[in-house]
């Protein structure tokens, strides 16, 4: 005899309620609702799965157990970078951010808003400040969607369809941009100078043109390199009438210059470093940032807070700027698609930008700046290692173990034996640079976690 049974995971499996709702759409056995596919594409064996969890202590039981075999950066030394690193976040960030009306929350509507337009709106103008613009929209899904946004709307603006990208991008970033922005852009990648590792302007120049909307490059880049010719190749640009988009980590902008100090029209990153943990791949929040033109203001596919006064004499109400240029409220004739937004993590960037102010991030950028050249100098005095690029870097690093006759992948092997994440291996990432890894030290790396990892480097090259 055929069990029926209410499963506590699937909605609606009481009987009753199952026969109730059957009745009420005319259905007398369940198999009417499928006999419109072929009897060949139905599967009638029985799915090769392990049992259903019947409780919630079976459940979280069961999740534990997979849970605990990741391997935790709380519990390992990290110096992986690479899009995602690990930066410490006060306490009070995560208090505030897992607030009810901030956490549930979905979009902040009127109806439903306590606050968040008002928090969304410090979020813009801490970030304008940092930033050194006017405008900064709310948190979207990552920095590969920011910049692949701003290429789209230097698109627009222009009215031409070929992008210079800097072939220091990251492949995965790239990945994103070639894929948002080809069907209606064409990419064309500018060299970097292997010895600096900065953007080759001879190589620029022979390719920039007139048909060219845009240039985008990374300061500092994803190797780690800070571009010092920023005015250079914004000045380049716009000679040829076209826009100059600039991706940067925003933690780095408490000593370094804001882009728009050096020509950038529109500047995009992720907001990750900015008091948000790294949550096993990143709780990233891509932002795009102009100035107050109206060329650039409407080209924006995501959602402008702004403020302004209400109905009540004295009253300022926060809400959308200029909302029919969005897909929400033009759909599909918005300009580009726009949903989920990542707005909470733009919430514990503003926590976080509130508690460090102008002097703390410049402290913050001293600290990172310091310990990151102490590992690039121990790191280059091991036998047989390098350090790639002679420029300047900020956080990330490219180390060359070519000369150790050591793979990248077996040293982070080791390494990982001895609780250490090692550096991201761009062995088939980048031509020329074969066994070299990407580190990243931040202000969380104490001189003792460089040292080991100077330790262990030293005892597995010296295993070769």
């Known amino acids: 005899m055929k069990r029926n049974r209410v499963h506590p995971y699937i909605p609606n499996s009481e009987p009753v309620i199952k026969r109730l709702m059957m009745e009420e759409i005319g259905v007398k056995d369940i198999e009417q609702l499928y006999e419109d596919i072929p009897e060949d594409l139905r599967f009638r064996g029985k799915m090769d799965i392990p049992p259903a969890l019947s409780s919630e202590m079976e459940l979280k039981r069961h999740v534990e157990?997979?849970?605990?075999?990741?391997?935790?950066?709380?519990?390992?030394?990290?110096?992986?970078g690479g899009g995602c690193a690990p930066h410490y976040v006060p306490a009070i960030v995560d208090e505030i951010v897992q607030r009810s009306e901030f956490l549930t929350a979905y979009a902040g509507e009127p109806y439903e808003d306590h606050g968040r337009f008002q928090a969304l709106f410090e979020y813009t103008s801490l970030m304008g400040e940092l930033l050194d613009v006017d405008v900064v929209n709310v948190p979207t899904y990552d920095w590969g969607q920011a910049c692949s946004t701003s290429i789209r709307m230097a698109?627009?603006?222009?009215?031409?369809?070929?992008?210079?990208?800097?072939?220091?991008?990251?492949?995965?970033?790239?990945?994103?941009?070639?894929?948002?922005?080809?069907?209606?852009?064409?990419?064309?990648?500018?060299?970097?100078?292997?010895?600096?590792?900065?953007?080759?302007?001879?190589?620029?120049?022979?390719?920039?043109?007139?048909?060219?909307?845009?240039?985008?490059f990374e300061n500092p880049s994803y190797l780690g390199v800070i571009e010092e010719q920023g005015s250079e190749i914004s000045a380049i640009l716009h000679r040829h009438g076209g826009l100059c988009v600039v991706g940067v980590d925003p933690i780095s902008l408490g000593l370094l210059k804001p882009p728009s100090q050096y020509g950038a029209d529109i500047a995009c990153g992720d907001i990750q470093a900015l008091g948000n943990h790294m949550y096993f791949g990143g709780a990233l929040g891509g932002f795009i940032a102009t100035r107050d033109e109206e060329r650039f203001v409407m080209e924006y596919p995501s959602r402008?807070?702004?403020?302004?006064?209400?109905?009540?004499?004295?009253?300022?109400g926060f809400g959308d700027v200029a909302?029919?240029?969005?897909?929400?409220?033009?759909?599909?004739?918005?300009?580009?698609?726009?949903?989920?937004?990542?707005?909470?993590?733009?919430?514990?960037a503003a926590v976080y930008l509130s508690l460090m102010g102008p002097e703390g991030m410049r402290e913050l950028?001293?600290?990172?700046?310091?310990?990151?050249?102490?590992?690039?100098?121990?790191?280059?005095?091991?036998?047989?290692?390098?350090?790639?690029?002679?420029a300047s870097h900020f956080k990330e690093f490219t180390v060359d173990f070519s000369a150790t006759g050591k793979r990248v992948e077996e040293i982070n092997r080791e390494l990982l034996k001895r609780g250490i994440f090692g550096g991201?291996?761009?062995?088939?990432?980048?031509?020329?640079?074969?066994?070299?890894a990407l580190y990243c030290v931040t202000e969380v790396h104490a001189k003792e976690d460089i040292d080991a990892l100077v330790g262990a480097l030293q005892e597995i090259i010296a295993n070769s």
């Open 65 to 80: 157990r997979v849970l605990s075999k990741n391997i935790s950066c709380e519990e390992y030394i990290g110096f992986l």
């Open 155 to 216: 698109g627009r603006i222009t009215g031409r369809r070929t992008a210079l990208v800097a072939d220091t991008v990251s492949p995965d970033r790239l990945s994103v941009i070639r894929n948002y922005c080809e069907p209606v852009m064409s990419i064309v990648l500018v060299a970097h100078d292997p010895e600096t590792g900065m953007l080759d302007l001879a190589d620029l120049k022979v390719k920039c043109d007139d048909t060219v909307a845009a240039v985008y």
């Open 304 to 316: 402008l807070f702004g403020i302004a006064r209400t109905n009540v004499e004295g009253e300022w």
């Open 424 to 436: 991201k291996d761009l062995s088939e990432e980048f031509d020329g640079l074969a066994e070299c």
């Open 365 to 390: 950028n001293r600290t990172i700046i310091q310990k990151s050249r102490y590992a690039m100098k121990k790191i280059a005095e091991l036998k047989g290692v390098d350090i790639r690029f002679k």
């Open 323 to 348: 909302y029919d240029r969005t897909s929400f409220g033009v759909r599909e004739e918005g300009k580009e698609f726009v949903g989920t937004a990542s707005a909470l993590h733009g919430i514990a």
